[in-house]
């Protein structure tokens, strides 16, 4: 479905492939964030006498940093700039991970957990948009590569925990992320960032672009699609772990899949466009669903696969359709579609828990009792939480008619052809 319609973009950066790897290693630190401090709850429970309901305190700060970050760095980023963006998040990430390993106890995590999540936002706030503008004529297919390292970041982080986490303290795997935190500052450190030429860097643009109603249902979209995929990974090991398969290995592969499905992204984008790209997504992503819903032993490791190739296209793809069509809602509208996953992701997450409270409850009340009910209540949420992806066929379907038969002029601002480049939405 691609064109071959010549596109006259802004001169895009010499360095740009240089920008493009610091931004990678930003996001490998915060998907790193995720894995390793998961990994070290017990340690910390331990270590301060924390409940479980502290330590789910500790854990939301990281929800509530992020989408304010993006809501705050989108907002300013006509102003500011990405390069100020990304040294706020570096200087975070310092402060965070130090605040971190120096902790005193319950509020001294709670203050490191909310600086390391303001600086993941502030990571996607600056990179998405700055990608978006130094690879004007293949956006989608950039953000699809650099959201390949945040499931590698998890598998990085994993591998580290597993490997090294029996043998060192909890403030040892907190301190490997300074590694790749002072790779990308190196990286970015002297650079000359872009100004923002082929992206729309007006901010009441920004706003009469974000004020539209199909920006307002893609950001509706957004929260589906990423409670899809953090709803069920965030919870993997409560869902998972009587199915006959190690929760641990599955979370592993699904992360592998989804960084290989992103770097390899491009032909699809080409071949099918955007639209189509998030119909087949939510297809695979339902069918996996459903498969682990009722399936056990290794026919588990199958459903999981199928559905990391769904989710594996979702976060990027929604950025680079937002980039690519709606390109008067800006780096504002990049921010807000990200911040609008990520908080769709903290409010269903208590009510995931709930599902698996009252799916226990139902399964007792049936007479299963032990891993029998654990196991029949994780399949059971995770057949509701495919009610997100099934919802979702329908919804893309519409809007893929809908792009099919949309006016590119309704939002290509910068180019009369920039509906017509290959990998876009058109």
């Known amino acids: 479905m691609s064109t071959t319609a010549t596109k006259t973009f802004a001169d895009v950066p010499a360095n740009r492939d240089r920008l493009f790897l610091a931004s990678c290693f930003a996001l490998i630190v915060t998907s790193m964030t995720f894995a390793i401090r998961a990994g070290i709850l017990g340690n910390l429970a331990t270590d301060f006498g924390l ?21 705050v760095g989108g907002a300013i980023y006509n102003s500011v700039g990405p390069k100020v963006l990304l040294w706020l998040a570096f200087i975070s990430h310092v402060l965070g991970l130090v605040l971190t390993m120096t902790a005193g106890g319950f509020w001294g995590l709670i203050i490191s957990t909310f600086l390391i999540g303001f600086a993941n936002g502030s990571v ?33 982080g994993s591998l580290i925990a ?19 935190t002072a790779i990308y500052g190196f990286l970015i450190l002297g650079q000359k960032f872009p100004k923002g030429d082929n992206i729309v860097s007006d ?11 199909l920006f307002i249902i893609m950001a509706l979209i957004m929260t589906m699609t990423a409670t899809t995929e953090f709803g069920a990974t965030q919870w993997v090991e409560r869902i998972l772990g009587n199915a006959g398969a190690n929760a641990m290995i599955l979370l592993a592969m699904t992360a592998g899949i989804m960084a290989a499905g992103r770097y ?28 682990l819903s009722m399936v056990t032993g290794p026919m588990v490791y199958v459903g999981t696969a199928i559905f990391a190739l769904g989710i594996c ?114």
Not at 51 to 69: E, I, R, T
Not at 162 to 180: E, K, N, Y
Not at 340 to 347: E, N, T
């Open 124 to 156: 996607e706030a600056a990179c998405n948009p700055l990608i978006a503008d130094m690879y004007p004529d293949k956006q989608t297919e950039m953000l699809n590569k650099f959201h390949v390292w945040f499931p590698g970041g998890l598998v990085i």
């Open 313 to 426: 296209y979702f976060w990027p793809t929604m950025l680079g359709f937002t980039a690519e069509n709606l390109p008067k809602s800006g780096a504002f509208g990049l921010s807000l579609i990200g911040g609008a996953g990520m908080l769709g992701a903290g409010i269903w997450n208590p009510i995931i828990g709930g599902w698996i409270d009252s799916g226990r409850e139902t399964a007792i009340a049936a007479g299963l009792s032990g891993d029998a009910a654990e196991l029949a209540t994780g399949q059971a949420t995770l057949g509701n939480i495919a009610i997100f992806p099934g919802i979702l066929i329908f919804v893309f379907i519409g809007l893929y008619f809908y792009m099919k038969n949309r006016t590119p002029a309704d939002e290509a601002v910068l180019n009369p052809d920039a509906m017509s480049a290959p990998g876009s939405a058109r």
């Open 264 to 291: 390899f992204a491009g032909p699809l984008i080409h071949s099918f466009n955007a639209a189509g790209v998030l119909i087949g997504s939510a297809v695979l992503a339902c069918i996996g669903l459903f498969m």
């Open 51 to 71: 409940s479980d309901a502290q330590l789910g305190w500790v854990n939301s700060m990281a929800f509530y940093g992020f989408p304010l970050a993006m809501l």
């Open 162 to 180: 597993f490997f090294i986490g029996d043998s060192v303290s909890w403030q040892t795997l907190i301190a490997t992320m300074f590694i790749p």
């Open 203 to 213: 901010t009441g643009e920004n706003i009469k672009g974000i004020l539209t109603p």
